[in-house]
Each structure stands twice: as structure tokens, then as C-alpha cells.
């Protein structure tokens, strides 16, 4: 059974920083082969896509809302996928999901999420 499972939300006030963490188990192959994503979702909006650190060669794309403030990483070792999340403000409020694909295939794996709230 594939579990996605996120980690690391919490308040932080506007400007602070944060880094959330995503662990992986039962995939069929090794964690290094998936692609991981990070997506989130505030209330009444559409869940957007935020960023992502691919299999092979590892290259990395973000949206434009977070580019400059966020950074996503992997340690394969650990199966983990991380945000670091960096000057956040209101509207990064959300539930963040990190998801898991190989070869484009969109396997809609998904984790339960963490919710991020930057308020002051």
C-alpha cells in the first residue's frame, strides 16, 4: 500500500518560515524513481500546484506565486520529499499536499496534508 505522509505545518506569522517534510513507504519501486510534487489548497479555491522535484537528474520547477520563497528538496535515502518555505505570507494559507507520479502517469498518490496557517 502506497502512504504519503506529510508533515511539518503549523502557525508561523507573516515573514517567518517553515519546512515541511513528506515520507514515503510502499511504493512498488525505489523512492528515487517517482516524481514528487507539492500541492495546497485554501478554502474555496481550486488546489494549485506549488512544485516539483523530479525522478531522473532531479530538475525542479515552482509556480510563480512561491518562486524565490519556497524550495523543494529530496533526500532518496530517506524516502523524504521537503518544502522549505521561506517570507510567507496570508495568501500561502492552505492545506499542503505533497503527491507522487512516475512517468507522467498520474497515479493520484497523495498524502492526508498539513495545514499551514500564516496569520498574525
Known amino acids: 500500500q502506497v502512504r504519503l505522509v506529510e508533515s511539518g505545518g503549523g502557525l508561523v506569522q507573516p515573514g517567518g518560515s517553515l519546512t515541511l517534510s513528506c515520507t514515503a513507504s510502499g511504493f512498488i519501486f525505489s523512492f528515487s524513481a517517482y516524481d514528487m510534487s507539492w500541492y495546497r489548497q485554501a478554502p474555496g479555491k481550486e488546489r494549485e500546484y506549488v512544485a516539483v522535484?523530479?525522478?531522473?537528474?532531479?530538475?525542479?520547477n515552482y509556480a510563480d506565486s512561491v518562486k524565490g520563497r519556497f524550495t523543494i528538496s529530496r533526500d532518496n535515502a530517506k524516502k523524504t520529499v521537503y518544502l522549505q518555505m521561506n517570507n510567507l505570507k496570508p495568501e500561502d494559507t492552505a492545506v499542503y499536499y505533497c503527491?507522487?507520479?512516475?512517468?507522467?502517469?498520474?497515479?493520484?498518490?497523495w498524502g492526508q496534508g498539513t495545514q499551514v496557517t500564516v496569520s498574525s
Open positions: 522535484i523530479r525522478s531522473a537528474g532531479g530538475s525542479i
Open positions: 503527491n507522487a507520479d512516475r512517468n507522467g502517469m498520474r497515479l493520484n498518490y
